[in-house]
């Protein structure tokens, strides 16, 4: 080893343990600069560098000390240290007064640890990472945005509201929502009505249906009352003399069934809202007052309102509201002497996460309504056996069952031709066949995609949904 070898690292450990302790500086690159010629130094903030000249210097200055400090270590030794980020000179003269070079300091936020950290949370994600100014920009293809959410939230604990994010999530990120509302209603009813009228010299009337002056005449001659529904009626009577006795016994018994069924589909880009409404909008009557009435739409049907994204791979997280609302007359009310209809809702928001292919019931309804209904003569209709004669009785069950599930499915564009319409086979009829032959629809050969087999089913018989 020579003595200027000697002499270069004994002056180098000098200055490291010499550097300030706050400012965690070392040693990292021994850099030669070359006579004559203008480099580019990069120094890492709280960092520091040795540059060694090839000519001897016997002056040197920094343009702009705030960015970098510097310190010779020998007349060809220079140790650099950076304290902010930003870009600054570096100007070294020898013995004579003349330029040796101008070197470019760029002093930058140290992201080595940052890839470091990195590549140790996400593997095997194609993550560059460069400095600008006093930020950092991340750059290339990750594949999810969960994980592009872990790696800006490392970024910013390195250079906080500091980070650039050019990035891409790759993947298929079009979400294909599929929901499904099945809804079941039953209806139960059973009634045993007792009616009783009498007609004499110094009175007449009646209890339940024959009460009315119409239903007691009706019954008095003999004929069923119009008053009731009149289902299983059947009429007893009886007369001594000038008076009449008519006794009218009605069973009833109804059953009904509802089945309602609504499927909407719906795609939408990850992040993306996407709204779906197939049904109607109903003007309703504001008052505004001093006479002012204004009108405002509100829209029924099967609506659908949802937001994916996609977490990680084949996870979605989806933010949904979904309904199906229709117009009931029942519960109509009047504005302004306008009748306006009320509305049947079913309707859930909520927010669940699934994986591709994955289905989830996200609400669900079991509702058991039950009235029961005794009327009678007080006294006459606690009697045994003949008591029912005095006594009235109705009774109604109602049952509704709904359920919601919804389906997600990752999905991509595809050719057009491999697509199929409800109305791809089915053509307007010509006038010969409308009026000669009495046909509604011809049928024609579909085309040869994939999914054009559904239209080359018959439609003789039945098709469409067919439930056993």
């Known amino acids: 080893m020579t003595i200027r070898s000697l002499i270069s690292a004994t002056l180098m450990g000098l200055a490291l343990i010499m550097a300030p302790i706050g400012s965690a500086a070392w040693a990292e690159v021994l850099r030669v600069v070359k006579n004559g010629t203008a480099e580019t130094l990069d120094v890492p903030v709280n960092r520091a560098i040795v540059v060694e000249s090839e000519t001897p210097f016997a002056e040197l200055s920094i343009a702009n000390a705030g960015i970098a400090d510097i310190s010779s270590l020998s007349d060809r030794t220079i140790y650099v240290l950076g304290k902010a980020p930003g870009l600054t000179t570096l100007t070294l003269f020898d013995g004579a007064g003349n330029l040796i070079t101008n070197i470019r300091v760029r002093v930058a936020p140290d992201v080595s640890e940052f890839k470091e950290r990195l590549r140790q949370i996400l593997p095997n994600e194609q993550i560059e990472v460069r400095t600008a100014n006093d930020g950092i920009v991340l750059s290339g293809t990750i594949s999810s945005s969960a994980k592009l959410a872990r790696a800006l939230e490392l970024a910013e604990r390195y250079a906080p509201e500091r980070v650039s994010n050019l990035m891409n999530v790759g993947g298929l990120q079009q979400v294909m929502l599929k929901v499904r509302f099945a809804e079941m209603n039953r209806t139960v009813a059973k009634s045993l009505t007792a009616s009783l009228g009498f007609s004499g010299v110094d009175a007449t009337g009646g209890f339940n249906a024959l009460n009315t002056q119409g239903a007691l005449n009706n019954a008095l001659n003999n004929n069923i009352p119009l008053a009731q529904t009149n289902t299983g009626a059947i009429l007893f009577g009886f007369g001594a003399g000038s008076t009449q006795v008519r006794l009218l016994l009605e069973a009833l018994e109804s059953k009904g069934l509802a089945r309602s069924l609504a499927e909407p589909n719906l795609s939408a880009l990850s992040g993306q809202e996407a709204m779906f409404l197939a049904g109607g909008q109903i003007p309703v009557p504001e008052p505004q007052g001093d006479g002012v009435v204004a009108v405002e739409f509100r829209s029924f049907g099967v609506q ?138 011809r049928t024609e050969r579909a085309g040869n995609g994939a999914a054009s087999e559904v239209a080359n089913q018959d439609f003789g018989n039945s098709y469409g949904y067919i439930l056993d």
């Open 304 to 441: 659908l309102d949802f937001v994916p994204r996609v977490v990680d791979g084949d996870l979605i997280n989806l933010e949904i509201t979904a309904g199906v609302s229709s117009l009931d007359n029942s519960i109509a009310v009047s504005i302004g002497g306008d009748p306006v209809p009320g509305f049947t809702v079913r309707q859930t928001s909520t927010t669940v996460e699934l994986r591709d292919g994955e289905s989830f019931a996200i609400a669900g309804l079991l509702q058991d309504d039950f009235t029961d209904l005794n009327s009678q003569i007080p006294w006459l209709g606690d009697l045994p056996v003949l008591g029912a004669l005095f006594r009235s009785a109705e009774y109604q069950r109602n049952q509704s069952e709904l359920v919601i599930i919804i389906t997600v499915h990752l999905v991509s564009p595809t050719r057009g031709e491999a697509l199929a319409l409800p109305t791809d086979r089915v053509k307007p009829p010509s006038e010969f066949d409308l009026f000669v032959n009495g046909k509604v629809a």
